[in-house]
């Protein structure tokens, strides 16, 4: 089965375990709808009575779009050409959008989210994009509905914010059906469309970062938002003392190291969600706080000190958790 456009996480699953990321809390009475899409898996849950099986053929027609378009994973994508050179500048709607949101971000970010460290992933054992020149966002044109490079060996990896994007656009389309209760899952990440059917809030398990160990918290997720995770967990490969993770500091062009261990983003939309998990875990233990709470980014940040859990919540996002034990 190829490879598709979600790999930051999936990739290592195949390593053997799961990112730390929020999971529903199971609801009673609930429908269930699932499939497959970009190498991970997705989730619709609805009251009982919804019919969510209608919404399987428009969800996987949109899910293969994005997918044929946006996926470093496929030879044939657009973007994989683009990254080829066989293309030389980029002009479809939901490119153009997604591109220019990345570079966007990357801006807001100061660079700790950079959407042209496709190569440097690649050369760590995490990613496709084999072959490119040293990352440089600003390397890239965004302007008059087109993607171009000033350098022919420029490349745009979009895995890091897509995947939020096709969730975004799978709740407009639940949402245009007349669903008005729903929570939506692609790999790990979700949002809700309207509230709970009891009228309070969606609530999420805060997974622990490593697997087999109950969730430290609850995160109340409100109507209309979306929640990502962006992390390390029990994924990567051991060197020495060290365990190296998938997602590139573009500062050391070397896996993030230190002890945080997972990013929750909360945002009104999930691919602005999806872009911030990743930026503020690739800022690392000290700036990633600081950069949430300069930009007053909904975050929380699991640490891990001699094994014990530590957290630091920004942006007020506190106020929707709630602890166990």
């Known amino acids: 089965?190829?490879?598709?456009?979600?790999?930051?996480?999936?990739?290592?699953?195949?390593?053997?375990?799961?990112?730390?990321?929020?999971?529903?809390?199971?609801?009673?009475?609930?429908?269930?709808?699932?499939?497959?899409?970009?190498?991970?898996?997705?989730?619709?849950?609805?009251?009982?009575?919804?019919?969510?099986?209608?919404?399987?053929?428009?969800?996987?027609?949109?899910?293969?779009?994005?997918?044929?378009?946006?996926?470093?994973?496929?030879?044939?994508?657009?973007?994989?050409?683009?990254?080829?050179?066989?293309?030389?500048?980029?002009?479809?709607?939901?490119?153009?959008?997604?591109?220019?949101?990345?570079?966007?971000?990357?801006?807001?970010?100061?660079?700790?989210?950079?959407?042209?460290?496709?190569?440097?992933?690649?050369?760590?054992?995490?990613?496709?994009?084999?072959?490119?020149?040293?990352?440089?966002?600003r390397g890239l044109d965004v302007s008059a509905g087109r993607v171009g490079k000033r350098r022919q060996d420029q490349t745009l990896d979009l895995c890091g914010i897509a995947k939020g994007r096709a969730l975004d656009l799978a709740t407009e389309l639940a949402r245009d059906r007349g669903l008005d209760c729903l929570l939506l899952d692609l790999g790990g990440e979700l949002r809700a469309l309207g509230a709970h059917p009891s009228g309070r809030d969606w609530q999420v398990a805060v997974e622990h970062p490593r697997p087999g160990i109950d969730a430290p918290a609850i995160l109340n997720l409100p109507a209309g938002m979306s929640v990502a995770t962006s992390g390390l967990g029990a994924q990567g490969f051991a060197l020495g003392p060290r365990v190296w993770g998938h997602i590139i500091d573009p500062g050391t062009a070397s896996p993030v190291q230190g002890r945080l261990r997972s990013v929750s983003v909360l945002r009104d939309d999930a691919m602005t969600a999806d872009g911030w998990a990743t930026a503020l875990f690739a800022a690392g233990d000290v700036d990633g706080p600081a950069l949430a709470r300069a930009r007053d980014i909904p975050a929380l940040f699991l640490f891990e000190d001699d094994r014990a859990l530590r957290h630091v919540a920004t942006g007020g996002l506190g106020d929707v958790l709630t602890w166990r034990g």
């Open 1 to 137: 089965m190829p490879r598709h456009l979600a790999s930051r996480r999936d990739f290592l699953g195949l390593l053997g375990a799961a990112l730390a990321c929020p999971s529903l809390v199971r609801a009673a009475a609930s429908e269930t709808l699932t499939g497959e899409a970009f190498g991970t898996t997705w989730r619709l849950v609805g009251p009982a009575g919804t019919d969510l099986a209608a919404l399987r053929p428009a969800i996987d027609t949109l899910f293969a779009g994005i997918d044929a378009e946006m996926s470093p994973w496929r030879a044939d994508s657009t973007i994989s050409r683009f990254n080829a050179g066989t293309l030389t500048e980029l002009t479809g709607a939901q490119l153009f959008h997604v591109a220019q949101a990345a570079l966007s971000l990357a801006g807001d970010s100061e660079g700790h989210f950079d959407p042209t460290v496709g190569p440097l992933v690649a050369r760590w054992g995490f990613g496709p994009i084999q072959r490119g020149g040293s990352p440089d966002w």
